[in-house]
C-alpha cells in the first residue's frame, strides 16, 4: 500500500531535550515536505527536499533541521524543542513538480512542556 | 512571505444549502490544489486546476480557477452533512519550489 509514514503519533516531551520525528514514503518520490499546523494559521511548511542531499528552507524553518540521506527518508529534527514548537506535524511526498499530488502522513502531535 | 487568503474561514450551513469559498493571492501560481481534511488525518487532495480560468466539476462540487491564476473558489450545490470538514487551498508560486496553504475555511453542514 502506497502511503507516507511517521512516528512517534504523539509525543511530550520537555524544553531542550532533543527529538526526531522520522517520516518515511514508499512511493519513490522526489520531493518530501515538512509542515507544522497550528489553529488559526494553517498548514506553514518548514523544510522541503527536491530529492537526496538536496533541502531548503519553507516558511517557517527556524528551530528544526531535516536531513535526505536516503529518497525513502525525511526526517525532522528539534535540536532543543521549545513551547513555541508544540503543534501538530505532517510530512508529505509527492513526485517532483508542481501538479503533483501531495500525499500526507498522518500527522505527529507534539506537545512541549 | 507569500500568502493564501481564504474567506470565509468559518461556515455553517444547513442541508440542501449552496455555498462558495475563496481562495486568493498576490501571487501567481502554476496551478492550485484544493484539499480536504478531517480531524485528525491528514489533507487529501480534492483536485488541481491548471489553466487560468479552468473549471472542474468533482460531483457537487466546482472549482474555478481565476484568468491571472492569482485565485481560485470551490463551489458546492446542495451541501450534505458528509461534506463538513476543513477545506483548504493550496500551490507553489511560480518561480518557486516551496508549498503554501491557505489558512483554511472550516465548513458545518447541519441535517
Known amino acids: 500500500e502506497a502511503q507516507v509514514t511517521q512516528n512517534p503519533r504523539y509525543l511530550i516531551t520537555v524544553t531542550g531535550k532533543k527529538l526526531t520525528v522520522t517520516c518515511s514514503q514508499n512511493?519513490?518520490?522526489?520531493?518530501m515536505s515538512w509542515y507544522r499546523q497550528d489553529p488559526g494559521l494553517g498548514l506553514r511548511q518548514i523544510y522541503y527536499?527536491?530529492?537526496?542531499?538536496?533541502?531548503d528552507k519553507g516558511d517557517v524553518p527556524e528551530g528544526y533541521k531535516v536531513s535526505r540521506k536516503e529518497k525513502r527518508n525525511f526526517p525532522l529534527i528539534l535540536e532543543s524543542p521549545s513551547p513555541n514548537q508544540t503543534s501538530l506535524y505532517f510530512c508529505?511526498?509527492?513526485?517532483?513538480?508542481?501538479?503533483?499530488?501531495?500525499?500526507f502522513g498522518p500527522g505527529t502531535r507534539l506537545l512541549v512542556l | 512571505t507569500q500568502l493564501l487568503e481564504q474567506s470565509p474561514q468559518f461556515l455553517s450551513i444547513q442541508e440542501g444549502e449552496n455555498l462558495t469559498v475563496y481562495c486568493n493571492s498576490s501571487?501567481?501560481?502554476?496551478?492550485l490544489q484544493w484539499y480536504r481534511q478531517e480531524p485528525g488525518e491528514g489533507p487529501v487532495l480534492l483536485v488541481t486546476?491548471?489553466?487560468?480560468?479552468e473549471v472542474k466539476k468533482l460531483k457537487r462540487l466546482t472549482f474555478q480557477f481565476g484568468d491571472a491564476r492569482k485565485d481560485s473558489s470551490l463551489h458546492i450545490t446542495a451541501a450534505q452533512p458528509g461534506d463538513t470538514g476543513l477545506y483548504l487551498c493550496?500551490?507553489?508560486?511560480?518561480?518557486?519550489?516551496?508549498?503554501?496553504f491557505g489558512t483554511g475555511t472550516r465548513l458545518k453542514v447541519l441535517a
Open positions: 508529505a511526498s509527492s513526485l517532483f513538480g508542481e501538479e503533483e499530488t501531495q500525499y
Open positions: 512511493m519513490n518520490h522526489e520531493y
Open positions: 527536499s527536491m530529492n537526496v542531499e538536496v533541502t
Open positions: 501571487s501567481v501560481f502554476s496551478s
Open positions: 486546476v491548471v489553466t487560468g480560468g
Open positions: 493550496a500551490g507553489e508560486p511560480s518561480g518557486t519550489y516551496k508549498y503554501i
